[in-house]
C-alpha cells in the first residue's frame, strides 16, 4: 500500500487478537481512539480477558465489525495498551504462524507468542537507553574550534572531550566520557551549549558477543565435491524468488559447514538474507564466533542462553534490517528476516528442532515451509540424515547432494563394539568402563592427545533399589524413579524437577540396604578423575552447564587443550570441530535402543554415527571405543562402519512392515489430568468421536492405552495413537472428530494433539 493510500485509509477501530491460551480462534476488542494511529498488524497487545491480562497479537485490523465475525459490539472489552512502538511480528510471520498452527492442529496465539525469544512478551523487557553524545560537524584544529566559539575560548578539558570524540568517530557513551576525561558533566553541557555537540538519548546494544575472542579465518580450497554442492544452491539462489529444497549427506568432518558460509556470502551478495539453525546451544558459541569474524555486525544470534535484553535487541536488529544473517536454536525459525534467501538446518535429524510441549512444531519442517512461502532455498544438512528426509529424496521432494569423504583426504576414526558381557566374564561383576575403554584414555592423554566420552544420562546414579525389599525410589508427580545427584546429594526427577534429600534407609522398610544402580554422566566423570588424576575432566550436561556461559567457556577451553577430556550427554556428540580429539568412549549406548519408540534404532545410530564424528578430525587418526551388552544389534553395527546407506536398508523394511512413517502419517493424542477418571472419560469420548469420523476405516485407531510415561508432572496421560497413508485424511477426520468430541462434552483443554510426533512416549 503507498503511503498516501495509507493515510486514507480509515483508522481501526476494532481489532482480531490472537492470544496465547488453547482455543482454536481469535478475539474482537474495541480500540480506544488514541491507539488508533499506533496499532498495526503484528502488535503486540495488552488485553482483558476473564479475569487475566494477556499479551495478545494483533491478526486482523477493521474500521467496522464485519458480519461474518458474529459479536455484539455492545459486549466488546477495550485494548489496554498497545506494547510496541513498531510491530516485532511482520506480515510474513504471521502468516507462518497461522500455517504452523493449521498444520500441527495446535493454536495460533500459542504459536505466535513461541515464536517470539523467551522473555520477549514480559513488559520489562524494553531497549537498554542511556545517554550519549555526538559531535555536530568536524571538529579540526584548536584555532578552528575558537573560531567557531569566539566569544570565550575553550578549555583544555572541553578540548580534551572534544579529541576523545573524533577518536571515536564523532559518538560516544555519556559515561564513558567522564570516565575517560576524568571529569564531571560541566564541561559536556558547556560545549552542548555552543553547538559543539549534542547530548541524546541512545539505544544501547546489548551484544552476546561482546566479549568474544574472533578466530583467525584461513583461506579454504574445496573439494570437488564441496564445490559441486555450493555450485547447486548458488545456481538455485541465482533464479529469482523460486523455492528449491536440498539434502546435502556429509559424512562427520566432509565440510559442510564451508558450504553452508559460502552459499550464505552469495545470498547476501544477492540482496538476501540468510538463516542457519542448529539443534543445540552448544554448537553456537563457536561457529557464530566464526560467523560474526567472516560477516561482522550482519549476524545476528538467538538461542536461550542469551539474556532477555540480548534476545530482545537481536530480534529488534533482525527485524529493522541491520542483521541479515541469523543463527539460532529451534525458535529462530521465526526471526523476522526481510527478503530470505536462504535457510540451512544443520543437523536436520535432530529430535531437538521438535517442541516437545504445545504448541507443537518441527523447526526443520517449519524451515521448509518458509523458504516455499519466500521463494527461497532451504538447504537440510546431516552425516546421519532423518529416514523421512532421506525417503523425501529419493523421491525428489529435495535434490541430493553428496559428500561421501572428508576434507583433505583424512580417513574416518576406526570404530570398535567392546563386548560387555565378555567384560563382565573377566570382572566377575558389571563395571562402567572396560580396560579397553581405560588403557585407550591412559594412551590418548600421554600422546598428548584429546578424549571425549559419551553417556546420554545425567545424574550419578539411574536409580535407587533396596535390596532388602525390592522397592525404587519414584518421583511424587511422575511414574518413574528418580535419579541420585551425588554432587548435590539429592534424589531429582528429571521431568518435572521434584527433589528429595538422599535417604540413609529404604522409606518402605527402613532398610539400610540401598543399591545405586546404572552410572550418570556425573558418577563417570568421578570414576575417570579417581583413575587418571593428572587428566583434566570437564562435564558437560544440563546439571553443570545450568549458567550462562558456562557452556561457551568449557567447549573454548576444550578448543585451546586447557582442558584434556570432555565427559557428557549428547550436548558434545555433534557438530563440534576439535582436531585434537583422537578418541571417543561411548559408555551406555544400550539405554537408547531399550526405549519403546519407533524411532530408537534410528536415534542410537544416530548419535553413535555422529559422535564417533567428533574424533580424527584433525591430521592424526581417529578411534572409537563403544561398550554394549548387544553388539550384534544392526544399528550398532552399521554405526561402527559408519554405513548410513545399509542402516538406512534395514530399517526401511521395518518401517514398512509396521507402517510408521515415512510410509503412514502419524497423530499422537494426549489427554492429561490430574484425575485418571477424568481423563479416561475425556479419552473414551474422543475414540467414539473418531470411530464415528473414521466411518471409511481410512485410519487406524489405536488406544486409549496409558502412555509409556503414564504419569508426568502430577498428571495421568492417556494415548491415542492415529496412523494413515494420507495426511489429508488424517486431519480431516481429525478434525471432525476434534469437533465432535467437543460437542459431546469433552473437555478440550485435556487434549493435546501432536501430528508427526518424533517420540511416542
Not at 560516544?172 to 560545549?191: G, K, R, V, W
Not at 543437523?347 to 531437538?352: K, R
Not at 600421554?446 to 532388602?468: M, T
Request: glycine share 6%.
Amino acid at each position: 500500500m503507498s503511503e498516501s493510500a495509507a493515510k486514507e485509509s480509515p483508522l481501526p477501530a476494532f481489532v482480531e487478537a490472537a492470544l496465547p491460551v488453547p482455543l482454536r480462534r481469535s478475539f474482537t476488542y474495541r480500540v480506544p481512539e488514541s491507539m488508533r494511529e499506533r496499532i498495526e498488524l503484528g502488535s503486540r497487545l495488552k488485553l482483558p480477558f476473564g479475569k487475566r491480562n494477556l499479551t495478545g497479537y494483533a491478526v486482523g485490523l477493521h474500521s467496522t465489525l464485519p458480519r461474518d465475525l458474529d459479536v455484539d459490539e455492545s459486549k466488546l472489552k477495550d485494548v489496554i495498551a498497545v506494547l510496541d512502538d513498531e510491530p516485532l511480528i511482520t506480515p510474513e510471520i504471521l502468516k507462518l504462524t497461522q500455517w504452523t498452527a493449521d498444520y500441527y492442529a495446535s493454536f495460533w496465539g500459542e504459536m505466535l507468542k513461541a515464536s517470539l525469544p523467551a522473555g520477549i512478551n514480559s513488559e520489562k523487557v524494553r531497549p537498554k537507553r542511556r545517554k550519549a553524545v555526538r559531535l555536530l560537524g568536524s571538529v579540526g584544529s584548536l584555532a578552528d574550534t575558537e573560531s567557531k566559539a569566539p566569544d570565550k575560548p575553550l578549555t583544555l578539558k572541553q578540548h580534551e572531550v572534544l579529541d576523545l570524540l573524533t577518536a571515536s568517530g564523532g559518538q560516544m557513551l555519556f559515561t564513558d566520557i567522564l570516565e575517560q576525561a576524568n571529569t564531571n558533566a560541566s564541561p559536556l553541557n558547556t560545549l552542548a551549549k555552543r553547538g559543539l555537540i549534542e547530548i541524546f538519548i541512545d539505544d544501547v546494544f546489548r551484544d552476546p558477543l561482546r566479549r568474544a575472542d574472533l578466530p583467525e579465518l584461513n583461506s579454504i580450497i574445496l573439494t570437488p565435491e564441496q564445490q559441486a554442492a555450493l555450485d547447486a544452491v548458488n545456481s538455485a539462489l541465482d533464479a529469482p524468488n523460486a523455492y528449491k529444497g536440498f539434502l546435502l549427506h556429509g559424512v562427520t568432518g566432509s565440510g559442510k559447514t564451508e558450504v553452508y558460509i559460502r552459499a550464505m556470502r552469495h545470498a547476501l551478495d544477492e540482496g538476501r538474507s540468510a538463516m542457519m539453525l542448529v539443534p543445540e546451544i552448544a554448537l553456537t558459541p563457536v561457529f557464530s564466533r566464526r560467523l560474526r569474524a567472516i560477516f561482522g555486525t550482519d549476524v545476528a544470534i538467538l538461542h536461550s542462553n542469551l539474556s532477555a535484553g540480548e534476545r530482545y535487541d537481536e530480534w529488534r536488529r533482525i527485524r529493522r534490517g541491520e542483521a541479515r544473517i541469523a543463527i539460532g536454536t529451534r525458535s529462530a525459525v521465526f526471526a523476522p528476516l526481510e527478503n530470505i534467501g536462504l535457510i540451512i538446518v544443520d543437523e536436520e535429524h535432530d529430535a531437538s528442532y521438535r517442541q516437545h510441549e504445545s504448541p507443537f512444531y518441527n523447526a526443520r519442517d517449519v524451515g521448509v515451509m518458509r523458504a516455499s512461502l519466500a521463494g527461497a532455498v532451504v538447504v537440510l544438512g546431516s552425516a546421519t540424515p532423518a529416514m523421512e528426509s532421506f525417503y523425501n529424496s529419493q523421491a525428489g521432494k529435495y535434490e541430493y547432494l553428496r559428500l561421501p569423504e572428508r576434507i583433505e583426504g583424512r580417513s574416518l576414526a576406526k570404530a570398535e563394539l567392546i563386548d560387555m558381557r565378555e567384560v563382565f566374564k573377566r570382572a566377575g561383576k558389571d563395571v562402567a568402563l572396560s580396560d579397553e575403554l581405560l588403557e585407550g584414555i591412559d594412551q590418548t592423554y600421554h600422546k598428548g592427545e584429546q578424549v571425549i566420552v559419551l553417556l546420554n544420562r545425567r545424574g550419578f546414579s539411574q536409580f535407587v533399589l533396596c535390596r532388602e525389599c525390592g522397592e525404587t525410589i519414584k518421583c511424587k508427580n511422575c511414574d518413574i524413579t528418580l535419579t541420585f545427584h551425588r554432587r548435590d546429594a539429592k534424589l531429582v526427577c528429571h521431568y518435572c524437577n521434584y527433589r528429595i534429600p538422599s535417604p540413609k534407609t529404604c522409606p518402605s522398610c527402613e532398610s539400610e540396604f540401598l543399591y545405586f544402580v546404572g552410572e550418570g554422566t556425573e558418577n563417570i566423570a568421578d570414576q575417570l578423575a579417581k583413575k587418571f588424576p593428572q587428566i583434566r575432566i570437564a562435564r558437560v550436561d544440563r546439571d553443570t552447564m545450568a549458567h550462562k556461559g558456562e557452556l561457551d567457556q568449557v567447549l573454548l577451553d576444550f578448543a585451546a587443550h586447557r582442558i584434556d577430556m570432555l565427559v557428557g550427554t549428547q550436548m558434545i556428540a555433534k557438530g563440534h570441530d576439535f582436531p585434537n580429539v583422537t578418541l571417543v568412549g561411548v559408555v551406555g549406548v544400550d539405554i537408547g535402543l531399550g526405549l519403546p519408540d519407533l524411532r530408537s534404532a534410528e536415534r542410537t545410530f544416530q548419535l553413535i554415527t555422529q559422535v564417533a564424528g567428533r574424533s580424527g578430525r584433525g591430521e592424526k587418526p581417529g578411534r572409537v571405543l563403544i561398550q554394549t551388552y548387544y553388539p550384534e544389534h544392526y544399528a550398532l553395527r552399521f554405526a561402527r562402519e559408519q554405513d548410513y546407506d545399509g542402516f538406512y536398508r534395514e530399517e526401511i523394511k521395518f518401517r514398512e512392515r509396521l507402517a510408521y512413517p515415512p510410509f503412514f502419517v502419524l497423530a499422537s493424542i494426549l489427554i492429561k489430568h490430574r484425575d485418571h477418571a477424568y481423563a479416561m472419560r475425556n479419552a473414551n469420548i474422543l475414540r467414539r468421536s473418531l470411530d464415528v469420523a473414521n466411518a471409511a476405516r481410512h485410519l487406524r485407531i489405536l488406544g486409549p492405552a496409558p502412555a509409556s510415561l503414564s504419569r508426568l508432572k502430577n498428571e495421568y496421560r492417556i494415548q491415542i495413537i492415529l496412523k494413515s497413508p494420507s495426511r489429508r485424511s488424517l486431519r480431516e477426520i481429525l478434525d471432525i472428530a476434534l469437533a465432535d468430541a467437543e460437542q459431546n462434552g469433552a473437555d478440550m483443554r485435556s487434549i493435546y494433539v501432536e501430528i508427526d510426533p518424533v517420540n511416542l512416549m
